[in-house]
């Protein structure tokens, strides 16, 4: 791990627009290092600016809020994303086909 991937990381978040969701997997893929999701993940919960990146709009790979959000905890995550226009199904999971931030290439 090093501090230039968690810069990477909060820029790369950075730019996912509201409204839309990624995937820890997704991120680390963009990034080149698509074995490192939970290294994403722990990059997010250790976020020295949560008030700019907005680590909320990323989820699991199931569109699932991280019971662990380091920032208010699932609800306050969930909160936010509803904030956001994001719906989430009956089973608590957000629809990827639907939400989910697709970078053109």
């Known amino acids: 791990m090093s501090e230039k991937f968690f810069e990477r990381v909060y820029n790369l978040v950075a730019s996912i627009p509201k409204g839309k969701v990624a995937t820890y997997g997704q991120i680390a893929k963009m990034l080149g290092a698509p074995k490192w999701s939970q290294i994403v993940g ?56 639907r939400f989910q931030w697709n970078v053109e290439p």
């Open 42 to 97: 722990y990059a997010l919960h250790v976020n020295p600016c949560a008030q700019k990146i907005p680590c909320h709009r990323v989820v699991n790979r199931f569109g699932q809020v991280c019971s662990g959000f380091a920032f208010g905890g699932a609800q306050a995550q969930r909160q936010l994303l509803e904030g956001e226009g994001v719906v989430f199904e009956s089973d608590g999971s957000i629809n990827l086909k």
